[in-house]
């Protein structure tokens, strides 16, 4: 691990990826024989590198460091695919959010235009007080519906962004350990649950996962400009 974070270190001061630099991340790679968990977590860490030297002036440069990193860390053969659907009304779509909060090892990315279900509220809320790093992305219509539960968390200590523009952040999606995304029309209500016919799916295609990721970062520089 030590000689990961050296790299990056290299990679993040002047945010090119050197062939050389290239082939030292192959190397440890190879040699650490990082599993897809662990590269999960490196993936993490590269992105904590992106997050403490991004500036206005070289956003751009810090994505592509990030998407040329990301191509490195991806595992050369997933832990088994991961690709299904639920569907709501009914408990389907909740368990499948709360088993992977739940099981969240590292980060939990949450870009959700509205939040207001309890049962998946309390495993957010547990999931930060044993360490892991919560940052969520809402819609500033909506934080202030009845029963939303964004306030709340924001005032226990949990990075929350919002959009504050005259427009809508409609995006329902979540990242869990930069390594398997949720997304769907299902918005994290009681109301979805209960009564809405909705849809959640699950992957753990990496090449999509980053997209995603980048799109969370994109927006979380944006509003967080704006606060």
């Known amino acids: 691990m030590k ?6 270190e290299k990679i993040f001061c002047d945010l090119k990826v050197s062939r050389s630099e290239k082939d030292a991340l192959e190397k440890v790679k190879l040699a650490q024989g990082w599993d897809s968990d662990q590269l999960a977590v490196l993936r993490s860490k590269a992105f904590d590198f992106a997050q403490q030297k991004v500036d206005s002036k070289n956003f751009k440069k ?5 998407e040329d990193l990301n191509k490195i860390l991806l595992p050369e053969v997933p832990d088994g695919e991961i690709a299904r659907a639920t569907f709501s009304p009914g408990n389907d779509c909740r368990n499948e959010i709360t088993h992977h909060l739940k099981t969240a090892k590292s980060s939990i990315d949450i870009c959700v235009f509205t939040i207001s279900d309890n049962i998946i509220v309390d495993q957010i809320i547990t999931a930060w007080e044993r360490g ?11 934080q202030h519906d009845r029963g939303s539960d964004i306030i709340r968390m924001e005032e226990l200590g949990i990075s929350v962004v919002t959009d504050v523009t005259d427009h809508h952040m409609h995006h329902k999606f979540a990242v869990i350990d930069k390594s398997i995304l949720l997304l769907g029309s299902y918005n994290w209500t ?27 970062e994109t927006l979380w520089k944006d509003f967080s400009s704006k606060k």
């Open 3 to 8: 000689d990961f974070d050296y790299i990056l």
């Open 62 to 66: 810090v994505i592509s460091c990030l």
């Open 132 to 142: 892991v790093t919560v940052k969520i992305i809402t819609d500033n219509d909506k």
């Open 190 to 216: 009681r109301s979805a649950a209960m009564n809405n016919n909705e849809d959640l799916v699950v992957m753990n295609n990496q090449r999509v996962v980053i997209d995603f990721l980048e799109e969370f």
